[in-house]
Structures are given as structure tokens and as C-alpha cells.
């Protein structure tokens, strides 16, 4: 069974940082994409950041500059590193793994977990 299990939220005042982690099973993980979602109250879920297998990146313009993703595959584990937090990055944050085939795409999700940006 594929697991994704999400760590690293919690509360944060405006001006902070979090670092978030999830830690991926049942899966080859070097052979899967890995991205960052959220979704806050009343928005609709957003794609925040991507790794790809190849460890290229892309981000959301909205946190470019702010948030970096990374990928340990020898840990199976993605972090999301987000600095400079606003209160607009309130969100529960989803971690997703993504495997493409020709005729099928896959996706795995996380739990969530939880980031408040509030003083």
C-alpha cells in the first residue's frame, strides 16, 4: 500500500518558517514525481510546488522566492521549505506523488497537515 504521511505543520507568526516533510511507502519513490498542494478554507486546491524525478522544480508564483522544495530519495521523504510566511499561505498542505504512463496517471495523497500563519 502507498503511504504519504505529512509532518512539520503548526502554527507560525507572520515572518516565520516551517519546514514540512513527508515521508512516502509502498512506492518506488525515485520513480515518482512528488508535489506540494493546499487548499484553504473556501479556495480551492493549488499546486504549490513540484520536484520531478529529475529534481527539476516549479513553484506557484505566489510562493517563488519563498518556498523550496526538495527531495531525499534515499530517505523516500520530500520537504517543502517555506520562509518569509504570510498569513495568505494558511492552508492544510497535501503532499502528492504522480506517476505518468501512457495510458494511465497516478496519484497519491497525504493526509494533510495543517500550516497557520498568525500572530
Known amino acids: 500500500q502507498v503511504q504519504l504521511v505529512e509532518s512539520g505543520g503548526g502554527l507560525v507568526p507572520p515572518g516565520g518558517s516551517l519546514r514540512l516533510s513527508c515521508a512516502a511507502s509502498?512506492?518506488?519513490?525515485?520513480?515518482?514525481?512528488m508535489s506540494w498542494y493546499r487548499q484553504a478554507p473556501g479556495k480551492e486546491r493549488e499546486l504549490v510546488a513540484r520536484?520531478?524525478?529529475?529534481?527539476?522544480?516549479n513553484y506557484a508564483d505566489s510562493v517563488k522566492g519563498r518556498f523550496t522544495i526538495s527531495r531525499d530519495n534515499a530517505k523516500n521523504t520530500v520537504y517543502l521549505q517555506m520562509n518569509s510566511l504570510k498569513p495568505e499561505d494558511t492552508a492544510v498542505y497535501y503532499c502528492?506523488?504522480?506517476?505518468?504512463?501512457?495510458?494511465?496517471?497516478?496519484?497519491?495523497w497525504g493526509q494533510g497537515t495543517q500550516v497557520t500563519v498568525s500572530s
Open positions: 502528492n506523488a504522480y506517476f505518468d504512463l501512457s495510458y494511465r496517471t497516478y496519484n497519491y
Open positions: 520536484i520531478t524525478t529529475g529534481s527539476n522544480t
Open positions: 509502498g512506492l518506488i519513490f525515485s520513480s515518482h514525481g
